[in-house]
């Protein structure tokens, strides 16, 4: 949701003039790429596995160290 809702604000301030709809899809579609980018991998893991790769790929993604 984060990363549609940062897109969706930044094709609004880029773009002032494109409709609201339009803002949605285009963010929709962001937040599905980047969801296919992360998700796609992780298909072929299981169980705790899936967990710490999830929890790495949103440390990744936000930039935020452990600690």
């Known amino acids: 949701m ?3 809702a940062y897109a969706a604000y930044n094709i609004a301030i880029r773009v002032p003039g494109l409709s609201f709809l339009v803002v949605l899809v285009l963010a929709g579609l962001a937040a599905a790429l980047v969801g296919m980018i992360f998700g796609i991998p992780s298909l072929r893991i299981k169980g705790l596995y ?3 790769a999830t929890l790495a790929a949103q440390f990744f993604s936000t930039g ?3 600690g």
Do not use: T
Request: proline share 11%; glycine share 12%.
């Open 2 to 4: 984060a990363v549609g």
């Open 50 to 52: 899936l967990a710490v």
């Open 64 to 66: 935020c160290s452990p």
